[in-house]
C-alpha cells in the first residue's frame, strides 16, 4: 500500500505537469513533512487510526520536495526532475525531463507512423489538465501538451504514459482520461491555488 500511495503522485502527476524548479521552494524539511503526511493517509486507509473525515493538506513545495529527496528510486527509468504546480480549480501543471531514447528502444503501442521516431535526447514535457476526482476515483483530462515548448499532441502523451505506467498486469499501461481508483480509501482530491487537498 505505501508503495501504491508513492507511486501514484510520481506515475499520475509527474505525466501532468511541471515548471523550472527554482521556482519553487524545495527542502529536505518539505519532503520529511511529506513523507509524515504519507504515513498518516496510509494509516487512515488501514484503519489504524480512528475513523474519520480526514482532510490532509499537501503545499506544492511539499510535493517538490519529496520529489526531489524521495523520489529518485521510485521514478521510472528514463523519467527525471518532476515537478508540480497547482493552479486551482481542478487544474495543475506538471514537467519532466524525459529521455526520449529509452522510450524509443520500446515498441510502438499506437500502431502505423510512430512521432516518437523522429525525436531523441533528454528533453522537458510540460502537461497541463485537469484532475477530475470524487467516490473514490479520479481522472485526469489533459489539456495542453508541450515538448521542448512546442505543442504536441495528446497521443504522443499516450506513448509515454503507456511505457512508463505498464505492468505485467496491465502491459499497455494507462489511458489518458481514463478513472482510476484512488488509494488508501481517499475519497478525492481537490486541487486548489498551490495545494491539493487529500479527502479520506
Not at 1 to 29: G, K
Not at 67 to 88: D, S
Not at 153 to 168: D, G, I, N
Given at each position: 500500500?505505501?508503495?501504491?500511495?508513492?507511486?501514484?503522485?510520481?506515475?499520475?502527476?509527474?505525466?501532468?505537469?511541471?515548471?523550472?524548479?527554482?521556482?519553487?521552494?524545495?527542502?529536505?524539511?518539505g519532503a520529511d513533512i511529506l513523507d509524515g503526511k504519507i504515513d498518516r493517509i496510509r494509516q487512515q486507509g488501514a484503519g489504524l487510526t480512528e475513523t474519520r473525515t480526514l482532510r490532509t493538506q499537501v503545499s506544492e513545495d511539499e510535493l517538490n520536495s519529496?520529489?526531489?529527496?524521495?523520489?529518485?528510486?521510485?521514478?521510472?527509468?528514463?523519467?527525471?526532475?518532476?515537478?508540480?504546480?497547482?493552479?486551482?480549480?481542478?487544474?495543475?501543471?506538471?514537467?519532466?525531463?524525459?529521455?526520449?531514447?529509452s522510450v524509443m528502444q520500446q515498441p510502438s503501442t499506437g500502431g502505423g507512423f510512430d512521432p516518437l521516431s523522429?525525436?531523441?535526447?533528454?528533453?522537458?514535457?510540460?502537461?497541463?489538465?485537469?484532475?477530475?476526482?470524487?467516490?473514490?476515483?479520479?481522472?485526469?483530462?489533459?489539456q495542453t501538451v508541450l515538448l521542448s515548448g512546442f505543442p504536441v499532441?495528446?497521443?504522443?502523451?499516450?506513448?509515454?504514459?503507456?511505457?512508463?505506467?505498464?505492468?505485467?498486469e496491465r502491459p499497455m499501461g494507462i489511458r489518458l482520461g481514463e478513472a482510476f481508483e484512488l488509494p488508501a480509501g481517499i475519497r478525492r482530491i481537490d486541487v486548489g491555488p498551490g495545494q491539493a487537498v487529500v479527502v479520506q
Open positions: 500500500m505505501l508503495m501504491t500511495l508513492h507511486r501514484l503522485p510520481v506515475i499520475a502527476i509527474a505525466l501532468a505537469t511541471l515548471i523550472p524548479l527554482d521556482a519553487a521552494v524545495v527542502s529536505r524539511e519529496w520529489f526531489m529527496y524521495r523520489a529518485q528510486p521510485l521514478l521510472p527509468e528514463g523519467l527525471t526532475e518532476p515537478h508540480v504546480t497547482f493552479a486551482g480549480d481542478g487544474v495543475l501543471t506538471a514537467q519532466a525531463i524525459v529521455d526520449l531514447e523522429l525525436l531523441g535526447g533528454k528533453v522537458p514535457v510540460t502537461v497541463t489538465g485537469v484532475l477530475r476526482s470524487g467516490d473514490g476515483v479520479a481522472h485526469l483530462e489533459v499532441p495528446v497521443s504522443l502523451l499516450q506513448e509515454l504514459a503507456t511505457y512508463y505506467s505498464r505492468t505485467p
